[in-house]
């Protein structure tokens, strides 16, 4: 069962949290499965009391999202095509990292393979649930910063085009529904946040804001 009194909003509390009904599972049956998801069927009794059947997308890694942010105000992007929605998508350097592993290691990985860059400095900005209807996915944010060249190493499947742009025209296409990957929307409007609020130290706010 989860945790009932998670990080709780300024707004709520552990005493509400605690009376709160939660989900039961009567009976599951795992319909699919290979090394990246498992499928589940739920019998369940929902928070109502109501019976009903639920379907469960269980992920086997966490997801990770790096913005290389560098001292121009520029951010390093990958460009792919997307095999779920048809379409040709602009994106941070992201992936997944078994549950079982450090994510910033998987971080530090996943700017390797698909950008050859390092980070001098590799800060956990965010995390959040990747769509908590359907899935149990969940996915942490870093900003990289400091950032040095070196060699690419993409996967067997991996196409990738490269572009490095200002991070307002980021911000921009995020706004226009133009670049609409959600690591990578949600990584965009984190890392501005941090720039009107003070987060970031003063050549990198100056950069991103102008």
Known sequence: MAD???NLPSWDNET????????QSLTSQTVFENPWIRIESHDVIAPTGNPAHYGLVKFANRAIAVLPL?????????GQSRFAVGTYSWELPEGGGPMNEDPRQAAIRELREETGMEAAEL????GFDMSNSVTDEVAVIYL???LTPGEKEPDETEAFDYARVPFRDL?????KGQVRDGLTVVSVLRVHHMAVTGELLPHLRDAILG
């Open 16 to 23: 509400r949290a605690a009376a709160r009904k939660d989900w």
């Open 144 to 146: 990289a910063t400091g």
């Open 123 to 126: 800060r956990e900005i965010l």
């Open 70 to 78: 560098h001292d121009d105000g520029t951010v390093s992007l990958v």
């Open 171 to 175: 911000l921009e296409a995020v706004i």
């Open 4 to 6: 009932k009194t998670p």
